[in-house]
């Protein structure tokens, strides 16, 4: 059997691994942060928080399946040497990436965060 000519190697794929890791373990601690800091506020703070935390994990699974699906069709692009699809198909990603982000982030959800924490910490603090 011919060995074809790969893209990527398996360190270089092992060394785009590595990062990904990190980005997820980051991610999960920065959960566990918010939580530790409003945890003197009690029970309501916390729960806020965690709330929050929730809905910013469902929107990074979202961004990564929609990074995921992506990388798959320009991959196959690639793989049939069609770069001008390619580079068509990254643009469309890109752009819609972009705008369903300004979508969330314009949302009332959106800034959910601040507004979840301030209110509990005034439901516990009575005022």
Request: one cysteine or more; charged letters at 10%.
């Amino acid at each position: 059997m011919d060995q074809q000519a790969t893209l990527f190697s398996n360190e270089s794929l092992k060394a785009m691994i590595i990062p990904l890791f990190l980005e997820q373990l980051l991610v999960m601690l920065v959960g566990m942060a918010d939580t530790l800091v409003v945890s003197y506020a009690g029970e309501a703070a916390v729960s806020g928080v965690s709330l929050v935390n929730q809905f910013n994990t469902i929107f990074i699974y979202l961004f990564t399946a929609l990074a995921s699906g992506g990388a798959v069709v320009i991959s196959q692009y690639i793989g049939r040497k069609s770069n001008d699809d390619a580079g068509e198909s990254a643009s469309q990603l890109l752009s819609f990436s972009t705008i369903f982000s300004i979508l969330v982030a314009g949302s009332p959800g959106g800034s959910c965060y601040g507004a979840c924490v301030h209110n509990s910490y005034w439901a516990v603090h009575g005022k």
